[in-house]
């Protein structure tokens, strides 16, 4: 008879606890539609106090704390997804390189969405993401390179003038650089400012799903 009873008991506590999770987990996902991130993550949270492997919930953890712009947050979340090898986990590849794009780590981005594609081909977001970061990849190597290759040029021309210059009689005494001008203080100024804004564009992080300056996409999570 005690064992009936403890049996028992062990069912209601598991029934209440699973009655639990889907409540969190219902008020969690109203909360996120209402765009309330920080009270949906906190009952996201709760949910996987209650039970780790919960993978609805762990996905949920991980969108939160992405629109809260806390990608390190988000990409153990989406990792935590991913591993669980459930119904869920090839959306969260795709949001897990989208984490790691935001965070500013291009090389992991293009894993995962690499792992979103092996795992479903026809994910046209993913294939365009990652398209999106190899053609950036591509193009800033192929700066760095020309950027070398200036640099080279530049050293290789002062090595020429020294040699020049070379058994040249001094410059006669008295005789001065000519001063700088206010324009060509301008001209330098606005040549960093442009300098500036081009190290800016290199890579632009985005802070908002959709906005024209993101050239990467998202799904409706």
Not at 54 to 71: H, I, N
Not at 96 to 102: D, M, P
Request: hydrophobic content about 30%; proline content about 4%; aromatic content about 8%.
């Amino acid at each position: 008879m005690m064992k009936k009873i403890a049996c028992f008991l062990l069912l209601l506590s598991a029934s209440s606890a699973f009655a639990g999770v889907r409540g969190d987990l219902r008020e969690a996902g109203k909360l996120y539609q209402d765009k309330k991130y920080g009270q949906a993550l906190s009952k996201y949270q709760a949910a996987l106090h209650k039970e780790p492997r919960q993978e609805q919930a762990s996905f949920g953890a991980g969108a939160a704390s992405y629109y809260l712009k806390d990608y390190q947050s988000a990409e153990k979340a989406f990792e935590n997804t991913a591993e669980q090898n459930g119904s869920l986990r090839q959306d969260a590849l795709f949001n897990l390189g989208n984490s790691y794009y935001r965070a500013g780590n291009k090389d992991k981005a293009v894993s995962a969405y690499r792992q979103a594609i092996i795992a479903n081909p026809k994910d046209k977001e993913a294939v365009h993401n990652l398209q999106l970061i190899i053609e950036q990849q591509q193009s800033e190597q192929n700066q760095n390179n020309q950027n070398n290759q200036n640099n080279s040029n530049n050293s290789s021309n002062q090595s020429q003038q020294d040699q020049n210059n070379k058994g040249q009689a001094p410059q006669e005494q008295g005789q001065k650089e000519k001063p700088s001008t206010p324009q060509d203080a301008m001209n330098k100024d606005d040549a960093d400012r442009v300098m500036q804004m081009a190290r800016e564009n290199e890579y632009k992080k985005p802070t908002q799903p959709g906005e024209a300056q993101d050239p990467t996409v998202e799904k409706d999570w």
